[in-house]
C-alpha cells in the first residue's frame, strides 16, 4: 500500500458510537498528524503525534502511533451528527522539508 | 486566530490559459506550500518554498507550474497553460517549521 494508507475507506455509525479508522505507512517519519475535511471545504487539522510519542488526546479525539507497525489509528469517541467528514491520516517523512503525504481518507457518516 | 487565507475560492478558466492563484501565509511562517486534491482523490502534494526558493518539489510540478513569494506576504502558483486536468482544489499551507501545516480553504480551480 501506499504511504499513509486509511482503512475502512468509508464508516457509518450513529451518533452516541465511537468511530476507529487506521492509517498505515511506509518509510520513518517525524510525526503523524490527522486532519478532518468536510465535503467540498478546507484541510482542518486535528492531531500531530510525534514519532517518539504513542498515544495522544484531545478531546473526543485519540490517537495511538506503533512504530514498528507503521501505523496509527484515529479514534473519535461518542460522535455527534458534525463529525460527519473525511477524515485524513498525513505522514511527515524524516528527510523532508515539511512534505505531507496524504491517505486516501476515511469517509465517516454519523447519523442522528 | 490568524490563518491562511487564498483566494479566489472558485476560479472557472479556459483550457491553455494562465491561472495564478493566491494564498497569503500566517505572517510569521517560513515555508510554504502547495498542494492539490482532485475531486475524489487524495490530497498530492506538488511543492514545498523556503528561504525565496523552491526545497521540493513533486513529480506533479512540471514546467507549467512555478510559484512566488512576491512581495513578502502573498505566495501564488502560476499555471501557464491550464489543462482540463488540472482541475482541482488546490490547498496553500505554511508552518514556522516543518512540522504542523496550517492549511487554507482551497482554491476550486475548475478548467473548461
Known amino acids: 500500500s501506499q504511504q499513509g494508507e486509511e482503512d475502512p475507506q468509508a464508516l457509518s455509525i450513529q451518533e452516541g458510537e465511537n468511530a476507529t479508522m487506521n492509517c498505515s505507512y511506509k518509510?520513518?517519519?517525524?510525526?503523524l498528524q490527522w486532519y478532518r475535511q468536510n465535503s467540498g471545504r478546507g484541510l482542518v487539522h486535528l492531531i500531530l503525534?510525534?514519532?517518539?510519542?504513542r498515544e495522544k488526546h484531545s478531546g473526543r479525539l485519540r490517537v495511538t502511533l506503533d512504530t514498528s507497525k507503521k501505523s496509527s489509528s484515529l479514534l473519535i469517541t461518542a460522535s455527534r451528527a458534525a463529525d460527519t467528514a473525511s477524515y485524513f491520516c498525513a505522514t511527515l517523512q524524516t528527510d523532508s522539508w515539511g512534505k505531507l503525504q496524504f491517505g486516501a481518507g476515511t469517509q465517516v457518516v454519523v447519523t442522528p | 486566530e490568524p490563518e491562511v487565507t487564498q483566494t479566489p475560492s472558485h476560479q472557472v478558466t479556459q483550457m491553455g490559459q494562465e491561472v495564478i492563484l493566491r494564498c497569503v501565509p500566517i505572517s510569521n511562517h517560513l515555508y510554504f506550500y502547495w498542494y492539490r486534491q482532485i475531486l475524489g482523490q487524495k490530497v498530492e502534494f506538488l511543492v514545498s518554498f523556503y528561504n525565496n526558493e523552491i526545497s521540493e518539489k513533486s513529480e506533479i510540478f512540471d514546467d507549467q507550474f512555478s510559484v512566488e513569494r512576491p512581495d513578502g506576504s502573498n505566495f501564488t502558483l502560476k499555471i501557464r497553460s491550464t489543462k482540463l486536468e488540472d482541475s482541482a482544489m488546490y490547498f496553500c499551507?505554511?508552518?514556522?517549521?516543518?512540522?504542523?501545516?496550517?492549511f487554507g480553504q482551497g482554491t476550486r480551480l475548475t478548467v473548461v
Open positions: 499551507a505554511s508552518t514556522p517549521s516543518p512540522a504542523e501545516a496550517f
Open positions: 518509510t520513518s517519519i517525524n510525526n
Open positions: 503525534i510525534r514519532s517518539n510519542e
